[in-house]
């Protein structure tokens, strides 16, 4: 079972930066793509970023594009979100999730359906 802890979440003003990271551990083999997504009180969860494991794709919600970086680092399991120039609008709890696929049509990495483990949150609050 692969489990996700996410962290770096923080108190940041706006126009600053955070980075997240997201450690994955046991039966890592399995996972093929990461993801990014986000969450505000009475809203559904919203796709920020995608990277496949293996490289050579990644994705990220228009919101985000240009100010968001994903990246990962194999040999640690780990996969980062370089959040910069942030917005007040980009408070919320971010999630990190894990699928065992890849997919050919682009906008399944925009699904929380198609990912298969989650973490539990880190939680970012951009000040105005």
């Known amino acids: 079972q692969v489990q996700l802890v996410e962290s770096g979440g923080g108190l940041v003003q706006a126009g600053g930066s955070l980075r997240l990271s997201c450690a994955a551990s046991?039966?890592?083999?399995?996972?093929?793509?990461m993801g990014w997504f986000r969450q505000t009180p009475g809203k559904d969860r919203e796709f920020v970023a995608t990277i496949r494991w293996s490289g050579g794709f990644s994705d990220y919600a228009g919101s985000t594009k240009g100010r968001f970086t994903i990246s990962r680092d194999n040999a640690k399991n780990t996969v980062y979100l370089q959040m910069n120039s942030l917005k007040s609008e980009d408070t919320a709890v971010y999630y990190c999730a894990a699928s065992r696929y890849i997919y050919y049509n682009r906008n399944s990495y925009y699904d929380e359906r198609k990912y298969d483990y989650w973490g539990h949150g880190t939680q970012v609050t951009v000040s105005s």
């Open positions: 046991g039966g890592t083999f399995s996972i093929l793509t």
